[in-house]
């Protein structure tokens, strides 16, 4: 079991204070770089809401050792007594973010493994262990993602003789996960084999993640531009793109993707100009219970602060600066859909499938809880 912090990795518990968890608190990236103390269930769902911890893979992991942090409360309790606060916990975590299914996945997975055990410490190791197996499965499942992808991207290198140039949106880096990434996976390995890479990396409006992927392959010293989102189509029109690696919120059976608002669209730009389009996504993001993902996946709704404002840094003060006239409305949908049709294949530590239906049944027989 991992206990102790990795280079890159965005969680981790505290080597003197056991009882706690650290984070990276990646509200202040790309700017500063600090860390915070989580020591508390209530806390650790702050930092969810708020997007200190966000990504899907990080979020489950962030989620699980938030449960951790519940069963630590419940020490001097017997079973029924402590039942009741870690169910509380879970619905307290799993009410912060409703889109991507690595949370409640996480929650689940501990709530099975915690519920009737009597003795307080019992209770406590269970619940770190299962904390800490899912931070490992988490680094595992990437790494893995990382390797199928690498050979896309070699493909690539082979076949055009020049470096390869990836697009990607949002975050799905290793500050996304806890490791390595989804998206960014491939790139990491391209890096170590040698492959000559440049990344396009989109903004992603309106809380401009894409400039946390332009900081991790800044500090990777991987050659990369950022793009305005408007940008995106014209430069894979001319083709300027080779390949496309995108992370996800949530899949449903049938490979629709939920994934950060604006994924849609690049894979319609992708679909109308021959370009490969692929998702990058543990399998805990695979929601089992969803197969018409457009018409199924809840779509969470932020403030609408995130839309009219701008965030930045100025002579060391974080400001909140208005890009509209007061009275604007505005709507903010953190995530679309985009629908298999439009999406070559999907990554998964399991192996590369096509976005059908059959395709990840096949891939996924033990996910199948229902017919389409």
């Avoid at 770089?33 to 899907?56: D, F, H, S, W």
């Avoid at 790494?143 to 470096?163: C, D, Q, V």
């Avoid at 996800?248 to 604006?262: L, Q």
């Avoid at 990058?280 to 779509?299: A, K, R, V, W």
């Amino acid at each position: 079991m991992t206990n102790i912090r990795q280079k890159d990795q965005t969680i981790w518990l505290d080597p003197d204070y056991p009882d706690a968890v650290r984070i990276i608190d990646q509200r202040l990236l790309p700017h500063n770089y600090a860390e915070m103390t989580v020591g508390n269930v209530e806390t650790m769902a702050v930092a969810i809401k708020t997007m200190a911890v966000r990504g899907a893979g990080c979020i489950g992991v962030s989620a699980g050792f938030g449960m951790y942090l519940a069963a630590l409360e419940t020490k001097g309790l017997g079973a029924s007594q402590a039942d009741v606060r870690l169910k509380e916990a879970a619905e307290t975590l799993t009410a912060t973010r409703p889109t991507a299914t690595n949370l409640s996945w996480a929650v689940d997975r501990q709530l099975d493994g915690l519920l009737n055990i009597d003795d307080g410490s019992a209770r406590i190791q269970t619940a770190l262990g299962i904390a800490q197996d899912i931070m490992d499965e988490d680094i595992a499942s990437c790494h893995r993602i990382g390797e199928i992808g690498l050979r896309l991207i070699r493909e690539l290198h082979e076949k055009l003789g020049r470096t390869v140039n990836i697009l990607t949106h949002c975050n799905a880096g290793w500050l996304a996960f806890v490791k390595h990434g989804s998206a960014t996976a491939p790139m990491y390995a391209a890096q170590r084999a040698g492959i000559p890479i440049h990344v396009f990396v989109g903004e992603s409006r309106p809380r401009n993640q894409g400039a946390l992927t332009a900081w991790e392959m800044r500090n990777a010293g991987i050659d990369h531009t950022y793009l305005v989102d408007s940008a995106i189509g014209h430069v894979i029109q001319r083709g300027e793109v080779d390949i496309i690696f995108t992370g996800a919120d949530r899949v449903s059976m049938s490979g629709d993707v939920a994934n950060k608002i604006g994924t849609y669209l690049r894979a319609l730009a992708a679909n109308e100009n021959g370009v490969p389009f692929y998702v990058n996504f543990p399998s805990s993001t695979l929601d089992p219970y969803s197969f018409d993902g457009i018409g199924e996946i809840e779509i969470e709704e932020r403030d609408s602060d995130e839309v009219t404002h701008i965030r930045s840094e100025i002579d060391g003060k974080r400001v909140a600066a208005p890009i509209v006239s007061a009275g604007t409305s505005a709507r903010n949908p953190a995530f679309d859909v985009t629908p298999h049709r439009l999406i070559t294949g999907l990554i998964t530590e399991r192996g590369l499938c096509e976005a059908t239906p059959e395709a990840v049944a096949a891939s996924f027989p033990d996910y199948v809880v229902r017919g389409s």
